[in-house]
């Protein structure tokens, strides 16, 4: 039930944004949309802890931060590769074990590795990840585990 109610909400507060617009009958005919939106969504199951996993909402406020950190860390380097004029790359291409226990804690570090610059989730299969580095070294913190420990933490499993 919590998942319906939070799910209004949050579509109503979308809404609200897109719209743009704030006379009381637009506001309740948004309420009503949102409504309905929900209620089919929930008809059709796809409102559960996998396809709208709010339990992750206050785990985000820490995560998402250090997420932010690592890519600007990781932008950092590649803009400095870039810049070189030797040009310092060599494309490497590992596979990483996730230790996440759902669909949602795999795809989440699957494309924080995405979101990194200088590396790129190219395959997942059950729980490896075939990834895409610019360099050996980008390959090396990769496999040093932290994004991996990050994301369990973050999924609120213990890092296995």
Known sequence: MIYFFSAVVVTYL???VLSGHYTAVLLAIGGVSALAVVTIASRMAVID???YPIYLLLRAGWYWPWLI????KSGLNVSRIILSR???ISPTLINVKANQKTVVGIVTYAN???LTPGTIS???E???ITVHALTQDGALDLTGGEMDR???KFEGLSSA
């Open 14 to 16: 979308f809404w609200i």
């Open 49 to 51: 802890k996998e396809g």
């Open 69 to 72: 950190w690592q890519i600007i």
């Open 86 to 88: 030797s040009l310092p």
């Open 112 to 114: 924080s590795i995405t």
């Open 122 to 124: 190219v395959e997942i």
């Open 126 to 128: 059950n729980n490896d």
């Open 150 to 152: 990050m994301v369990t």
